[in-house]
């Protein structure tokens, strides 16, 4: 099958398609003709080398995917050739070809496109995982959502509206991101270049007022998170495109307040895990997707033979929501 | 009924035997005449004016107690004149009498002396919910815990050891706080002053191998903490003995190793909460202390008119376990 390669691993890293094996699928995994996938910055990094891929993942870029069943394996009991599934792969994703195990596919709702399914497995796995597993978010309780034009944000805001009935506060640097935001659920949003968030919510929320914090910047916000934290708070960090140093912080609000200060990636979790992640997610939230409640926000689809591109434009922060490939 | 009075609440603060009104218990608590009461760190600090009662709490200090039910309330259906309790207060053990919650109320194990049963509920409860509730520390998971010679230390060595089968690692400053550590169970204890605790457990059990910490030092042992934990590592807070303000700290681990870094005290808790941890506590614990499985370890026990001393006595760091106070 053609797969895309990477060509030196490294700062001057390029891409190339080439052909390599097809992989054969376990007796418990399905081949999916690849329809489409999306990007995601753990692609950026690979290609860098400063992020390999966890031991028995494919070593090609890709970390989701949309596409038809081509073969099941012996003991496969959910799938046909032909079915139309999506899901999460731990890599190879960019290819013509990809397995995966049944019980982490997922079927594609009715009137969903290829393009779109491809743009929904991390980043509303991530912030589910975040919201419900790890930030345990309740009914109507207050969110603080990050870099919310970002994939995870994004969907971080709609699962927050429609599965939590949260009250959402996002935090952006560009206005078209803001009110992206707020059309998809948020109830306020700040542009953290022109505000502080924490000023802004103690004055429009009130003091320790805010229940789960999804995260990807770190070190800027960590004074200003422990500040709008409420009672039994928790901060879910998932990147720190911010910086990860922090200098002269204080331990007295985990205590005061109780709050729980977590990290997580999906990519590391077990097989096993994310199994269960994505049977507890697909049982919320397809028939959501169905009726077009949730929608994954697409930035822009590329053909694949263009992916270069399509990363130059993940590199610079020019995307609000999913960029996707096609045309494998 | 007599009680112990803090006069000039702060630094000069001196305690004197006074009379105040006996507690009327509401419908659904229960009178008990104090038979022992025991020291914690928290009355030390709410004699200063530093940690004031909660809302609704006695202003008498005491977070614990044991004694005889004298009078029950209206709807009271689990407990009648005459029977042993001890339990958990918000406040008030210093007394000749208490009312506490009949859902608060535990049975004190035949054989268990007053004294003995006075010395479980704070240190207990609170090594219960930090192993249990918040470390979610599992069977054979490798714990840590520090202060080891400290009531919550010696309680926390005893839980892991004989509701979860843990490997555990006790630190502490003085030999004697070792090896009390390693007769309630410790398999690894280290002397923070003569040694560097993460290298000998790096060397002893290895790289990333320490699932739950109980912490109650704080800043000097960030570093060390973050470089012990295991994947999915879990670090819990009940107080900053060794300071709170942490220079140059990275995020990374947090992020790499998917850590939980949470803080909790329980005082403040709300009387559902505790009642419910005290109801999940002797469920797993009474038959233990019963057969003498688990022990209160007690340091030193004073007639209550010598409180002052007794005080002096934590203050002066010179306990290994409990201070208990009777003869009310």
């Known amino acids: 099958m053609k797969a895309i390669q990477v060509q030196n ?60 069943v081509e073969q099941v394996g012996d003991k496969v009991t959910k799938w046909q050739p032909g079915d139309r599934v999506f899901g999460l792969l731990a890599g190879g994703g960019y290819a ?54 970002s994939g995870v944000g994004t969907s971080a805001i709609q699962l927050a509206h429609h599965l939590f009935d949260a009250q959402i506060i996002a935090t952006a640097g560009k206005q078209h991101k803001l009110d992206t935001a707020k059309e998809l659920g948020a109830d306020f949003a700040y542009n953290y270049k022109e505000q502080n968030y924490a000023k802004e919510i103690i004055n429009d929320i009130g003091k320790d007022s805010v229940d789960v914090i999804v995260d990807f910047i770190g070190k800027p ?30 331990l007295v609000p985990i205590l005061r307040k109780r709050l729980t200060v977590m990290g997580s990636t999906l990519r590391n979790r077990s097989e096993d895990y994310k199994i269960r992640l994505t049977q507890a997610f697909a049982s919320k939230t397809l028939t959501l997707f169905k009726d077009k409640t949730l929608e994954p926000v697409i930035d822009s689809t590329y053909d694949w033979t263009e992916t270069e591109a399509a990363h130059q434009r993940m590199q610079n922060n020019k995307n609000t929501g999913k960029i996707v490939l096609t045309g494998m």
Chains 1, 2 share one sequence.
Request: hydrophobic letters at 40%; a negative charge.
């Open 221 to 250: 916000y960590w004074h200003k998170n422990m500040d709008v934290l409420a009672m039994d708070g928790r901060v879910v960090y998932l990147s720190f495109l911010g910086g990860h140093k922090i200098e002269e912080l204080s």
């Open 96 to 149: 013509e070809y990809c397995t995966i195990h049944e019980d982490m596919a997922m079927e594609i709702p009715e009137n969903l496109s290829f393009e779109k399914a491809a743009a929904i497995p991390e980043t509303f796995l991530t912030a589910f995982q975040a919201l419900d597993w790890l930030g345990k978010l309740q009914e109507k309780e207050t969110v603080l959502i990050h870099a919310a034009g």
């Open 9 to 68: 691993l490294g700062k001057r890293s390029s891409l190339t398609i080439g052909e390599v094996q097809t992989p054969k699928p376990s007796s418990s995994e399905i081949l999916v003709q690849i329809k489409a996938t999306a990007l995601n910055r753990a692609d950026l990094l690979q290609r860098t080398g400063n992020y390999p891929p966890p031991e028995g993942a494919s070593e090609i870029l890709g970390l989701e995917m949309s596409g038809v």
